[in-house]
Nanobody, 122 residues
Framework: QVQLEESGGGSAPAGGLLRLSCAAS????????MGWFRQAPGKEREFVAL????????LFADSVKGRAIFSKVNAENTVYLQMNALKPEDTAVYYC???????????????WGQGTQVTVAS
């Protein structure tokens, strides 16, 4: 079973940027979809972005559209999420996940990382 490990979280000022990484312990197959989700205190886990491994096709939540860049390095089995123009409401624990459906529903993802905290100061 492939394991996922996120890194790159931390604190940033509003308007700043952060780049999150998610490294898989094994090969990510072309049929996979990689997703980023986030969960703020007291709120449900919500979709942020996804990328289809085979084509690089991406999908973003409206809340981050135009501010986020989702990229991948196939040879490294790693994905990156760069968040620009950060807002205080971006504060959350960010999770990387692996699934096989082009879906924004967290229940469609079977493998999850431990999460990395992102805090945006106003």
């Amino acid at each position: 079973q492939v394991q996922l490990e996120e890194s790159g979280g931390g604190s940033a000022p509003a308007g700043g940027l952060l780049r999150l990484s998610c490294a898989a312990s094994g090969r990510i197959y072309s049929s996979s979809v990689m997703g980023w989700f986030r969960q703020a205190p007291g709120k449900e886990r919500e979709f942020v972005a996804l990328i289809r491994w085979s084509s690089g096709t991406t999908l973003f939540a409206d809340s981050v559209k135009g501010r986020a860049i989702f990229s991948k390095v196939n040879a490294e089995n790693t994905v990156y999420l760069q968040m620009n123009a950060l807002k205080p409401e971006d504060t959350a624990v960010y999770y990387c996940a692996k699934g096989s459906h082009y879906s924004s529903d967290p229940s469609d993802y079977r493998t999850w990382g431990q999460g990395t905290q992102v805090t945006v100061a106003s």
